[in-house]
């Protein structure tokens, strides 16, 4: 059983969230609240997807801090887009289009899934007796950091994070250097994002087939 907090330190965790805009993490260091008494008393003063991304960039660029600093090799395409802002749908088609074109060259056969599904490719062999589902998506990256994909999708109240239950493999696109990650979902389920670790560029072999 959750044992109650006073008054005095309900009070203080609003504050923090409302005026010092901290995370659950932030404030149950602070406080000493558990995230599960937290949660249901900071409901009502959620904060904003931005802020959200902003806490999970700086995370990443904390962990990468002990690897050195990532210098990327830039591929052709960061210059043909040289000053354009790419909308979120826009950076989707692009790493779809770029993750399926490997997955022809390969010879994988590939499946399209319903119209709403979760997953973005089915992919097998001719003479394999097992199909992988796969979630393409956009790898991002800040400052000095590694690309690391987002695990969370939706807005608001519908936020879902990716899971063994909708696909098998996540398949982080980094524009910058055209490299796809396959990273085994077995990594990922239970996190909001992930980073895109070298062992993961172009290994498809991870597929098993």
């Known amino acids: 059983m959750v044992a109650p907090i006073s008054d005095e330190k309900k009070r203080e965790a609003?504050?923090?969230?409302?005026?010092?805009?901290?995370?659950?993490?932030?404030?149950?260091?602070r406080l000493g609240i558990?995230?599960?008494?937290?949660?249901?008393?900071?409901?009502?003063?959620?904060?904003?997807e931005e802020e959200l991304h902003e806490r999970r960039a700086r995370g990443?660029?904390?962990?990468?801090?002990?690897?050195g600093k990532y210098t990327p090799v830039l591929s052709k395409f960061v210059a043909w887009i040289a000053g354009k802002r790419l909308s979120t749908d826009r950076k989707g088609q692009i790493?779809?289009?770029?993750?399926?074109?490997r997955l022809q060259v390969l010879e994988y056969q590939v499946l399209m899934p319903p119209e709403n599904s979760r997953m973005d490719f089915v992919v097998t062999r001719p003479d394999a007796d097992k199909l992988v589902r796969l979630q393409v998506k956009w790898a991002r990256r800040?400052?000095?950091?590694?690309?690391?994909v987002n695990l969370r999708n939706g807005e608001g109240k519908h936020i879902r994070r990716v899971s063994r239950a909708t696909c098998?493999?996540?398949i982080g696109y980094d524009f910058e250097t055209d490299t796809?990650?396959?990273?085994?979902?077995?990594?990922c389920d239970?996190?909001?994002?992930?980073?895109?670790?070298?062992?993961?560029?172009?290994?498809?072999?991870?597929?098993?087939?």
């Not at 990443?60 to 690897?67: E, H, M, Q, T, V």
């Not at 790493?95 to 074109?101: K, N, P, Q, S």
């Not at 796809?180 to 990594?187: C, D, G, L, R, Y």
């Open 14 to 29: 609003i504050r923090l969230r409302v005026e010092e805009r901290l995370s659950l993490d932030e404030i149950e260091k």
């Open 142 to 148: 800040e400052k000095e950091g590694r690309p690391y």
């Open 168 to 170: 098998d493999f996540v």
């Open 190 to 209: 239970g996190k909001n994002a992930k980073s895109c670790d070298e062992q993961y560029a172009e290994a498809w072999h991870l597929l098993g087939f």
């Open 60 to 67: 990443f660029n904390n962990l990468n801090k002990d690897r």
């Open 34 to 48: 558990s995230r599960g008494t937290l949660s249901p008393l900071l409901k009502e003063y959620p904060l904003t």
């Open 180 to 187: 796809a990650f396959v990273i085994p979902i077995t990594e």
């Open 95 to 101: 790493a779809e289009a770029a993750v399926l074109l």
